[in-house]
């Protein structure tokens, strides 16, 4: 069963702070993953992708990566109203052409 | 950058037609797309993977013979919901990678059909 896990939220931030959001998945074998924003109504927009354990940084957002735990997170620094959407982990799995499973999601409301 | 342009964006249709959406790589060649459906306040859920010049390949509980896909070309794929029921009524998005950057790269995505059946 390939599931990719996250909490549904809302999480509800104020203007400037840091928002956490995380995610778990269950096939080991998985290399890639993603992090995806969908504002409503609209198709998901590429954030940011990890490969590697550890942390990468993109301007505001890192993505962090622990393998062995099975968990990718992706922080917002200086949280935004405009950055207020659902934030979708996706996680390659194994096996043939590479699918790209998505988590249901969180919704982040930055409020200022 | 890669680019993957959908059409329809918006589409309403009475029970019982069908709908075609097509779905094309605009600067680059794909021999394989991804369908997803998305339903109100749920996630993208995967249909199918369309493969060029073969079957797609579909994904557990999709009917193949309700959701048509044609890839017939490296730069169009196309999803055909036959007989459409108001329970049909959902958000397709299709989406491709740029076969250079490997199997591990991200998809990009169409703009998605909203689609209404009445």
């Known amino acids: ?112 | 950058g890669a680019v993957v342009s959908q059409h329809p964006s918006r589409v309403i249709c009475k029970s019982g037609t069908s709908v075609k959406i097509e779905c094309r790589s605009l600067d680059f060649q794909a021999t394989t797309m991804f369908w997803y459906r998305q339903f109100p306040k749920q996630s993208l859920m995967l249909m199918a993977t369309s493969n060029e010049g073969s079957k797609a390949t579909y994904e557990q509980g999709v009917e193949k013979d309700k959701f048509l896909i044609n890839h017939a070309s490296l730069t169009l794929s196309t999803l055909t919901v036959t007989s459409a029921h108001p329970e049909d009524s959902s958000f397709y998005i299709c989406s491709a990678r740029v076969p250079y950057r490997g199997g591990n790269s991200p998809l990009h995505f169409g703009n998605g059909t909203r689609l209404t059946v009445t």
């Open chain 1, 1 to 112: 069963q390939k599931e990719v896990e996250q909490n549904s939220g809302p999480l509800s931030v104020p203007e400037g702070a840091i928002a956490s959001l995380n995610c778990t998945y269950s096939d080991r074998g998985s290399q890639s993953f993603f992090w995806y924003r969908q504002y409503s109504g609209k198709s998901p927009e590429l954030i940011m992708s990890i490969y590697s354990n550890g942390d990468k940084e993109d301007g505001r957002f890192t993505a962090q990566l622990n393998k062995a735990s099975q968990y990718v997170s992706l922080l917002i620094r200086d949280s935004q109203p405009s950055d207020s959407a659902t934030y979708l982990c996706a996680v390659t799995f194994s096996g043939g052409y590479n699918k790209l499973i998505f988590g249901a999601g969180t919704r982040l409301a930055v409020h200022p």
